[in-house]
């Protein structure tokens, strides 16, 4: 019976211990997964900018034998603008713009503003350009349009005239074939726009002859402006030639010309 209690005594001892090592074997792994790590600042270590070295407030960190830099000094060497937002736990890395990038960039831009100001100028000059075209083609239109309106008129003009040559050699001779006291016989002929006259006197009959060589030349002139006068408003634009001929002895008497309303020209010929 002793002996049975002694050995369930013992196997409780021996539990206990087993549990207490259990719980010191856990205890010991536990605390060997919490890694340490050896910090400490370098003042010694240097960061060198182009063999320039580069100062600033904070040291080098090295730890477990890896060299931390402080971002702030390295900013100025990479170019970069540092900036720390408390409330976020944030660093802010931008970029920045040296001096001679700046002074370049404002040269391009001062040359692409010279450029455009260029342009600007060219195209104003174009379009003064082209605008004076535009007054010059205005202006020929305005004097093409008063050639058509003239010519329109004068077309106007003609087409008004309903009197055919014929009929008016017969008015012709109605007014003027029978002229201080001499006998005359008026003929027109061609067209509208060229008119030749023929006015035919007999001096052989009665006393013509006489009576004729009588008349003074400013006379005769006006005898023959009357009748191209009357020809030129029926037909204002024609070109009138024409004589007055002695048909006994088939001789010229008078020669005449003219156009555009104007007989430029006459001639009357002295007896023989």
Known sequence: ??????????????????????????????????????????????????????????????????????????SGVLNKIVTWDGRTKSIYISDTVAPNDLKNEISNLERFIKTKDASIANLETSVKTKDAKIVELENAIKTKDAKIAELEAQLLAKSKSTVSLKELDKQLNKDYGDWNGMEFEITLKGDKDDIEVEIEIDLNKRSYYRDWYNLSSTKIERFINSIVDDIWEEYEDAEITGEVIDIDEDETLVTFSGNDGDLKRIRVYEEK
Do not use: W
């Open 1 to 74: 019976m002793e002996k049975k209690m002694f050995k369930k005594a013992g196997k409780v001892i021996a539990s206990t211990m087993f549990a207490s090592l259990l719980i010191f074997s856990q205890t010991t792994v536990s605390e060997a997964a919490v890694v340490s790590k050896k910090v400490e600042t370098n003042p010694q270590i240097k960061i060198l900018n182009n063999n320039v070295q580069v100062s600033g407030n904070v040291d080098p960190i090295v730890i477990d034998g890896t060299t931390y830099l402080p971002v702030r000094a390295l």
